[in-house]
């Protein structure tokens, strides 16, 4: 059975920096592409970034490019989303996802799909950016 556990989230002021977490077990993270997605109070989720197999094949939505960076750890099945300069406006529920190069055709298509129908899914964790 999949499971992805996302941690890391929390309260931080404006400027600050968080790293989240997702472990994944029940699949080899290496044969999969990982995704960040969140969701807004009120607002359709939506993808962050996203990251194939290998470290340039990686897409971020506009809203955080040069503040967000995407990396995986292979050998510990694990993903991580690294936010720095963070804003009011990235304060949501902040999720990880997985799917099969198989089923999602590039990284782009994961984010902008939202991992499409046969993605595996974590249960979500709380950014909050506040001062």
């Known amino acids: 059975q999949v499971h992805l556990v996302e941690s890391g989230g929390g309260l931080v002021q404006p400027g600050g920096s968080l790293r989240l977490t997702c472990v994944v077990s029940?699949?080899?993270?290496?044969?999969?592409?990982v995704g960040w997605f969140r969701q807004a109070p009120g607002k359709e989720r939506e993808g962050v970034s996203c990251?194939?197999?290998?470290?340039?094949?990686?897409y971020y939505t506009d809203s955080v490019k040069g503040r967000f960076t995407v990396s995986r750890n292979t050998a510990k099945d694990t993903a991580y989303l690294d936010m720095n300069s963070l804003t009011p406006e990235d304060t949501g529920t902040y999720y990880c996802?997985?799917?099969?190069?198989?089923?999602?055709?590039?990284?782009?298509?994961?984010?902008?799909?939202?991992?499409?129908?046969?993605?595996?899914w974590g249960q979500g964790t709380q950014v909050t950016v506040s001062s």
């Open positions: 990251m194939g197999r290998y470290d340039n094949n990686r």
């Open positions: 996802a997985v799917a099969s190069p198989i089923h999602m055709s590039s990284v782009e298509n994961m984010c902008r799909f939202l991992g499409g129908r046969n993605a595996y």
């Open positions: 029940g699949l080899t993270l290496d044969y999969f592409i």
